[in-house]
């Protein structure tokens, strides 16, 4: 039973050590805070809730069946780095171009949103390729690839798998529940700083999803030196 618990352990603390600095939640704290400008306090909680349980259904999906959904679609990884870093690159590269711009969406302007519009945009771009991109999914897919042969050992890998990516799920809600205490702490220049150098490290982690992808693809063209 000792070997099955540090089994269980162990696969959840590599799980969390893995996904919490790619999917970075106190980082993009502040992009959440931004795409839900025009919502009220509830509804920026409710919204919260949706995109930790997004994020965790999607690294679930990803790390057991992910691996079968790309063969039987007959997609590699590689596939799914470039068209999800070039995901992730526009949509850092909207909010960068978005400053400066009027309109109802202004940070004083806040409404009661409806539960369609909730559901909606809590899935994209929130979760998906915001908080779980590419990158994350292609860590889980690997985890799950790495699990033990079937046996009790794997039983204890997977449900310590399950449980590291829980943790990463409430770290993601709580960062996004409490956004707003953390940008009152940073103040509005503080909050502008670090929401246009959180979109741009965005940004550039879509590039380099894209680019590993890139590579991966043309590798076996690469020359070989004489």
Known sequence: ?????????????????????????????????????????????????????NCLVLLVAAAYVGTYVLAFFDISLAVVRVGGGLLVAATAWRLLAAEGEAGGDSPGA??????????????????????????????????????????AGRLWSSLGLAAGMWLAAVAIWLSYRYASRMVRVLGPGGTAVFLRLSAFILLCIGVQICWDGLAELLAPWRPVPR
């Open 1 to 53: 039973m000792e070997a099955e618990i540090t089994a269980f352990v162990r696969t959840a603390l590599v799980a969390l050590a893995a996904l919490l600095p790619i999917t970075n939640p106190p980082g993009n704290a502040p992009i959440f805070l931004t795409l839900t400008r025009a919502m009220d306090e509830p509804a920026r909680r409710a919204m919260a809730r949706r995109v930790g349980l």
């Open 110 to 151: 806040t409404r009661q949103s409806t539960p369609e519009e909730v559901a909606g945009r809590a899935f994209y771009p929130l979760s998906f390729p915001i908080t779980v991109g590419p990158g994350s999914i292609s860590i889980a897919i690997t985890l799950g690839a790495s699990l033990p042969s079937p046996g």
